[in-house]
């Protein structure tokens, strides 16, 4: 498997931004009423991932270490604010279902963890597949909650009608707690499919992150060990031992 190849089977299953690494809760939670609306948050995430991944690997040797957050949201907010007018001029009707969740992009800690993470220490082309990867990975999540709570919630997929006229829809699908259920019930299912594997032999993608909570991290001077994978913990980890010697 080629590197790029990698990175997006990395966004897509092994740090999967909703259902390993529970990056985005807030926008997964809020928007996915629908279908429509999850691919549409999800797909507006992606080009916003892409374009900034690009940039900042662009920029990564001019921009100093000292600016170097503000400089991350600053692109950022850049391109959420083209993709902000773009939506508003060409899609009104899901611009206005989106609302105040398309310029909190910004701060979506997805973007702003794989541009630390990622894009700021690799070469462009690595990093503009990160970005597919992860907002593709966002992209899947979204949708298929949404599609869960539109089908249960009104019956509906993609605002086509699924359930016969005599189906009664169960409306706290597309009210809060039923986000909080299905997100739970999803995240199940795919810990389930890899105990499932591992029964039988098969090789499970690896748990991103060090499994424990992020005041452990920070406790060992690694905080952001979630959002940089197994790989740069492990390396952090070898260094600090190292140095202890």
């Keep these: ?17 909703t259902f390993v690494l529970m990056l985005g809760m807030c926008p997964t939670l809020a928007v996915t009423t629908s279908a429509i609306n999850g ?30 957050m503000p400089a991350f949201i600053v692109v950022v907010a850049s391109f959420v604010t083209i993709v902000d007018f773009l939506l508003e001029g060409f899609v009104p009707s899901l611009y206005s279902s989106l609302g105040l969740y398309i310029p909190l992009i910004v701060v979506n800690c ?24 992860m907002g593709l990975g966002f992209t899947v999540g979204l949708t298929s909650i949404g599609i869960v709570r539109e089908l249960i919630g009104a019956g509906q ?9 005599s189906y009664v829809p169960f409306t706290i699908f597309i009210l809060a707690p039923g986000a909080f259920f299905v997100l739970a019930c ?25 499994g ?34």
């Design 1 to 17: 498997m080629n590197r790029c190849t990698e990175r997006i089977f990395n966004g897509l299953v092994k740090e999967n931004p």
């Design 39 to 68: 691919i549409g948050m999800g797909l507006s995430t992606t080009a916003v991932l892409v374009m900034s991944n690009m940039l900042i690997s662009m920029l990564r040797k001019i921009i100093p270490d000292s600016v170097r």
């Design 157 to 165: 997929i993609f605002g086509i009608q699924i359930m016969p006229d």
């Design 186 to 210: 999803l995240v199940a299912l795919q810990n389930k499919v890899k105990n499932n594997l591992a029964k039988k032999g098969k090789e499970v993608p690896a748990q991103a992150g060090c």
């Design 110 to 133: 997805i973007i702003l963890g794989r541009a630390e993470s990622y894009a700021s220490k690799n070469p462009v082309l690595p990093s503009i597949f990160d970005g597919i990867g």
């Design 212 to 245: 424990a909570g992020c005041a452990s991290c920070a406790s060992k001077g690694i905080c952001g060990g979630h959002l940089a994978g197994p790989e740069t913990i492990s390396k952090t980890e070898n260094n600090n031992g190292q140095e202890g010697a």
